[in-house]
DNA sequence: ATAGGGTTAG
C-alpha cells in the first residue's frame, strides 16, 4: 500500500509565473484540496500579490471558491488595492458585507483604505473612513495609520492630522506616516513641527526628513542631516543621492555615491539607478561606464530598473550603440520604461523612422504605450519630419488606447506642424483643443513663426500669449526674429527699442538676431 | 498588514 503523498505548499516558494500557478492549481485540484481554506488562501496570496498580471486568475480562484474565509476576502481586497484600479476592491468589499459571515476587520480597511490612497480618491477614502467608525475599527493601530496617510495622499493633510490627533497613544510608525503626510503635501514647517514633537525617532524618521527636504527644494538642510547622521542605512544613501539628482545638482549626486564606495558599502539598485540617472542629464558618459562594469560585476545586470536606467543614459549621452546593447540583451522583460527610452533615444539623435519602427515592435511584443510613450513618438515624428504619421499616432491614441491627451501632447502636435511650416494648420489645431491653449503652447507657435518668418500670424500669436501669461516678456525676441526673418528691419528696430523699455536686461541669455546683418 | 528611497517625457 503506496502512502499517500503529502503535497507541500513551499513549491509556491519557486513559483514565479502564472503558468506555473496554474499547474501548481491543477494538483490542488486533483488531490482535492482546494476546499482546504488555508492552501486556497495560499494559492489566492500568491497570484494576487507575488505574482504581476495574475489578478483576474486571483478573481476567477476566489468567485469559484465556496464559501471564501475573511483572509481570502482581505487578500483580494489587498490585490485590487494595489492594481491600476483600486475602486474595485470596494466590490469585494460590498461582496464581504452582503454575502459573508466575516464582517470586515482591521486587514479588511488597512488594504481598503490603502486603495483609496492609491487612487487618491477622496470619496472612497472618507466613506471607508466612516465605515471603519461605526464598526469601532479607526481606532486600530493599523487602519488609523493607514488613514492618516490616505488623507494626505488625497492631499488634505489637515484630515491627516486631526486624525493623528485623535490617536490615544501613536507609535513611532504612527508618527513617521504623520511626517511623512506633510512633506507630502510640500508642508515644509508642519513636517518640522512634528520632527520636533516626536518622542522618538527612528531611522525611517531620518530618511523621511531627508526625503522630504530634498523634495521641497531644501537641499543644505537634507546634505547637513544626512552629514549629523550618525546610523546611515541604504535607503539613507539612495535617498540624498536620488534628492541630488533631481534637484539638477548632478556633481554632488556622483560625489556622494563616490563617498558610498570610498567607505566600501555596496550600493544597491535605488542608488544606482539614481546616480545613473544623473550621469544620463549631465552627460557624463564616462562616469556611466565605470558604472556600468560594476554593474556588471556585480551581478545587478539582471535588474530591470538599473537596465532601464543605463540604456537611458547611454542613449541620453549619445551613446545608441551602447543603449541598442542593453536593450537588446536585456534579460526577461522589458517594460513600458526600456522600450519607451529607446524610442526616446532613436528620436532624439534623428532616427525618426526608426523610432517609428520600435514603437510598433513595442506594440506586438504586446506591451501598452502610455502617455510617455506618445510624446516621445510624437516627438520622432516631429523631428523628422513625419507629419501625416504623427497626426495618424495622435488621432490612434485616444480612438484605439483610450488616453487622454495631455497639454503636452498638444504641444507635440503643434510642434509637428510648426516645424513643418504649416502654420496655419498648428493655429487652428491650437484654436479648436479641448482645454485651454498654455503659454507654452503659444510660444512653440510663435518659436515656428519666427523660423518661417511669418509676420502676420505671429502678430496674432504675440496677442493671445500675452493673454494667457500677462508679465511674459521672452517673446518680444521672437517676434523680432519674425521682423527679421521677413527681411524687416524697421520693424525689427522698433521692437527693439521697446523691449529696451521692457528692461529686457532682466531675461537672462536672451539674443536676438543683429539687424546690421539684414 | 500601518511609515522611508527608483528608471521613461516635459
Not at 461 to 473: I, M, Q, T, Y
Amino acid at each position: 500500500m503506496s502512502k499517500p503523498r503529502q503535497f507541500s505548499l513551499s513549491v509556491l516558494t519557486n513559483c514565479k509565473t502564472l503558468k506555473s500557478l496554474k499547474q501548481i492549481h491543477a494538483q490542488v485540484l486533483k488531490k482535492g484540496l482546494d476546499s482546504d481554506p488555508f492552501v486556497a488562501g495560499k494559492l489566492l496570496l500568491h497570484c494576487s500579490i507575488n505574482l504581476s498580471d495574475s489578478l483576474d486568475y486571483a478573481h476567477r480562484l476566489f468567485t469559484y471558491t465556496p464559501n471564501p474565509d475573511a483572509f481570502m476576502y482581505n487578500t483580494l481586497i489587498r490585490g485590487l488595492g494595489e492594481s491600476e484600479t483600486p475602486q474595485k476592491s470596494l466590490s469585494i468589499f460590498t461582496h464581504m458585507l452582503g454575502y459573508s459571515n466575516f464582517p470586515p476587520d482591521s486587514f479588511s480597511f488597512a488594504f481598503l483604505l490603502k486603495g483609496a490612497a492609491n487612487a487618491r480618491c477622496l470619496r472612497m477614502g472618507s466613506q471607508l473612513h466612516c465605515q471603519a467608525l461605526v464598526r469601532g475599527l479607526d481606532s486600530h493601530a493599523f487602519v488609523g495609520t493607514t488613514i492618516v496617510s490616505m488623507y494626505a495622499e488625497c492631499g488634505i493633510v489637515g484630515f491627516s492630522r486631526k486624525m493623528f490627533d485623535e490617536m490615544p497613544e501613536p507609535n513611532v510608525v504612527a508618527w513617521n506616516a504623520m511626517l511623512t503626510a506633510y512633506f507630502r503635501c510640500y508642508d515644509l514647517k508642519g513636517a518640522e513641527g512634528i520632527f520636533y514633537l516626536m518622542p522618538f525617532r527612528d531611522l525611517t524618521s531620518m530618511n523621511v526628513m531627508l526625503a522630504g527636504y530634498t523634495k521641497v527644494g531644501e537641499l543644505e538642510l537634507a546634505k547637513k542631516l544626512f552629514l549629523g547622521m550618525l546610523i546611515k542605512d541604504d535607503v539613507s544613501w539612495s535617498t540624498i543621492i536620488i534628492g541630488l539628482a533631481q534637484s539638477g545638482s548632478y556633481d554632488e549626486a556622483l560625489s556622494y555615491f563616490r563617498e558610498l564606495r570610498r567607505l566600501g558599502l555596496t550600493p544597491n539598485e535605488v542608488s544606482l539607478t539614481g546616480v545613473l540617472s544623473a550621469c544620463a542629464q549631465s552627460g557624463a558618459l564616462a562616469f556611466a561606464i565605470t558604472l556600468h562594469g560594476f554593474i556588471e560585476k556585480s551581478g545587478m545586470v539582471w535588474i530591470l530598473s538599473v537596465n532601464n536606467a543605463l540604456l537611458d543614459t547611454y542613449s541620453k549621452c549619445g551613446s545608441l550603440d551602447m543603449a541598442c546593447l542593453v536593450f537588446k540583451r536585456m534579460p526577461g522583460k522589458k517594460s513600458i520604461v526600456s522600450w519607451t527610452s529607446m524610442v526616446t533615444g532613436l528620436a532624439m539623435q534623428g532616427y525618426g523612422e526608426g523610432a517609428i519602427k520600435l514603437f510598433n515592435e513595442m506594440k506586438e511584443s504586446g506591451i501598452k504605450p502610455d502617455g510617455i510613450t506618445f510624446i516621445a513618438i510624437l516627438k520622432a515624428c516631429s523631428h523628422a519630419g513625419l507629419i501625416e504619421q504623427g497626426y495618424k499616432i495622435f488621432s490612434k491614441m485616444t480612438e484605439e488606447y483610450g488616453i487622454d491627451p495631455t497639454i503636452e501632447h498638444y504641444g507635440c502636435v503643434v510642434d509637428l506642424y510648426g516645424r513643418a511650416g504649416l502654420l496655419q494648420k498648428a493655429y487652428d489645431f491650437v484654436i479648436q483643443m479641448p482645454i485651454p491653449p498654455t503659454a507654452i503652447i503659444w510660444r512653440t507657435l510663435l518659436g515656428a513663426c519666427s523660423f518661417f518668418g511669418d509676420v502676420v500670424l505671429a502678430e496674432r500669436v504675440k496677442e493671445r500669449l500675452v493673454k494667457a501669461d500677462p508679465d511674459n516678456s521672452g517673446d518680444h525676441v521672437l517676434l523680432s526674429n519674425t521682423y527679421a526673418v521677413a527681411g524687416k528691419q524697421n520693424d525689427v528696430v522698433m521692437i527693439r527699442e521697446s523691449m529696451a523699455e521692457l528692461k529686457m536686461k532682466k531675461i537672462p541669455g536672451w539674443s536676438m538676431i543683429e539687424v546690421d546683418k539684414f
